[in-house]
């Protein structure tokens, strides 16, 4: 069995990707192999699944960039658990355009990275920055056999709400031109500032416009969610309450996932 890809994204920063990306790998990876990878120089999701904050340092020269500039990902997977791998970034992904253009490489170069590792896992999570570039565009325009999917965060705000349509324009194109097996999983609320009042009003108006593509779990804001970043997962004693929305949510991707899968893929 190949990998399902799913790609986090949105161009609007903050709306949860890196957060979400790191739980629903560290959940998926209960059961099933994953390799979780790190598209955003920000490192955020190596932070959140390794503990590591001085990730230029530490990951120097072993990162999603060097992966994707040498063609081959295996040099550069760590292991977190058991079951789960990363491929971590640092600040010096920032270089991946003038590398790619100095290396003739093309928007399928993870693709021809991860060819290796495809059957090794069953999934591959992948956390993009908040931004329509290369490291978002590259991650939806790798194809697999068992799928490709996109996951839309959003927080709630004006702002992500005038993302949406930019993000899924950039998920289409991917999809006429490199990645005929990618789909929209769905758009997932993270309503990080879930006191405020417009939510109900955004909530509504993202029904009306994409019909069947919201999640019907909604993440709302937590201390325990957002003190995963310093405590981690192991030994925390707030796990539970801090994974509460994440269990449904996985449950739900995994269901759409199989429901969209290509046919002959199982
Ligand atoms: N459910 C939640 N409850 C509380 N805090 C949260 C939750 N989800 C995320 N956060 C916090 O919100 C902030 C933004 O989250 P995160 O970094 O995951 O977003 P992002 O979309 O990856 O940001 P960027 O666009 O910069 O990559 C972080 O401080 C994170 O700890
Ligand atoms: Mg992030």
Redesign the pocket.
Known sequence: MTAKIVT?G?S???????????ITSYLLSKDERVLAIDM?G?G??TS?LTGEYDICTVFEERTILEAIINGDARPYIIKINKNLDLIPANDFLATLPRKMFENHLKLDALQSALEPVMDDYDWIII????ALSEQTVIPLSTYSEAGSYAVV?F?GSMFAYYAIPKFLEIIEGAKERYNPTLETAGILF???D?RAKENEVMIEAVEEDYPNLKFDTI???????????IEGFDGNSELRNALE?YVPFVKELKKRVSQKQPQGSN
Do not use: E, H, V, W
């Open positions: 986090f949105i609007k920063g903050g709306c949860s990707k890196s957060t979400s990306s790191g955003d920000q955020n999701l959140f956390d993009t920055p908040p965060m927080d993270s309503l990080i879930a993440i709302k804001r937590k201390a325990s969610t957002r003190r995963l970043a929305y």
